[in-house]
């Protein structure tokens, strides 16, 4: 039975593991974090889309190990690198993924296969991961291992596209090497897309985010025009989705957050900028209207309470979701959290409903009719639907709501 090792069990590594097992192979999740790996040997999963019956399912085949000792890594078949490529100082971090290569190095033999799947800038795969692979193992790529780049699609919470039914992006460095990641995939999800270098599907990755980031922009901007033309932006936005052809809805909100939107495409535009000397302009730009989006937030909220007699300083505000998008208890870089906490330094006493995070930088409440009673204003940001929106409009006095989940006299949409 061949051995697929998995690098980082985070939101990306422990599906695909579910996966791997799922599909027949023998899996070790390798974890620096000591913590989460006991927790999963336990059948705890952190993750909303594996749960902890999938995962104790997966450690009952007895064909599962989660460790934290790259001891364990002795004799894969094929290794996956998926963990973090975080932005340092709005620079790109590669370290986790130099400190993954080098570790994993020595175990690398003759006939394995290593695939990065860490979204990172073209290049990465073959001048980062490549000579840190050849100096620890003494081997040569593609002539005695395989290397290949495949990005993950997987999307937190989406119940629809799911990673086996999405079409996966596969790459090599060399017609082989393709090849035999190709062939691992396609034990994994329906249908696997070749291109032709692993520079090709790191683009592929980044070029993908870039185009949600910018579109979410566009529509965060045309929000703040609207509102001020008089005109209900939602209602154009649906309007415009009736044409069957050359158009495609995006939502506005509070701003961008996760893991991918508020990072990926600046992996793009500081390469750009490093190989080419210039500017990746549409990129900025998004950046400028994305991140300017939870200060517009508060300000709108600030005019609202005014509005009511109130002054930001000393109001009660009520948080729902804080998460960077719904049903996800993901806060990492998340626009929610940015509202909160200017409320907060405005002199709010901000607390916040969120069901999916156990510790936030405010106080977390249960979303109940007093609270929502008690609150000056109640500030949709995250519109988990286990929400209850009827009663929220029904009890609140004033709802900002920058999801289009509540309606009514005493509500002010983004
Ligand atoms: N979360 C998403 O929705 C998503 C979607 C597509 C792509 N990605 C990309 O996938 C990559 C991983 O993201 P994630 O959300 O799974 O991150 P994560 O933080 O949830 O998980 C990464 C894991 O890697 C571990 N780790 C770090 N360094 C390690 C090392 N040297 N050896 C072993 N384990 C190590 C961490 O402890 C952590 O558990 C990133 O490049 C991200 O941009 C994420």
Known sequence: MEKVLLIGQGYVGLPLAMSAVDAGFHVVGLDVD??????????????????????????????????DDYADAEGFDYCVITVPTPLRDGVPDLGYVEQAGAAVAPYVRPGSTVILESTTYPGTTERVLRPLLEQGSGLNAPEEFFLGYSPERIDPGNRTWTLENTPKVVSGVDPASLARVRAFY????????????????????????TFRHINIALVNELAIVSGQLGVDVREAIDAAASKPFGFMPFAPGPGVGGHCLPIDPSYLSWEVKRTLGHRF??????????????????????????????????????????????????LRESPATVVADLLGRLGAT?????????????????????????ADVVVVLADHDCFDYEMVEGTARYVFDTRNRCHGPNVEPL
Do not use: C, W
């Open 34 to 67: 000591a913590t989460r790996v006991k927790r999963l040997g336990v059948g705890e999963s952190f993750v909303e889309d594996v749960p902890g019956h999938r995962l104790r399912a997966a450690l009952d085949t007895g064909r599962y190990r989660p460790t």
């Open 186 to 209: 396609d034990r994994l999800v329906t249908r696997t897309v070749a291109v032709s270098s692993t520079r090709t599907a790191e683009l592929t990755k980044l070029f993908e985010n």
């Open 281 to 330: 302009r549409f990129i900025e730009l998004a950046n400028d209207i994305n991140e300017s989006m939870p200060q517009y937030v508060v300000s709108r909220i600030g005019l609202g309470l005014n509005a009511r007699g109130r002054p930001v300083n000393g109001s009660r505000v009520l948080v729902l979701g804080l998460a960077y998008k719904k049903n996800v208890g993901d």
């Open 350 to 374: 901000v607390r916040a409903a969120e069901p999916y995070a156990a510790v936030a930088s405010v106080p977390l409440v249960d979303l109940t009719a007093d609270e929502v009673a008690e």
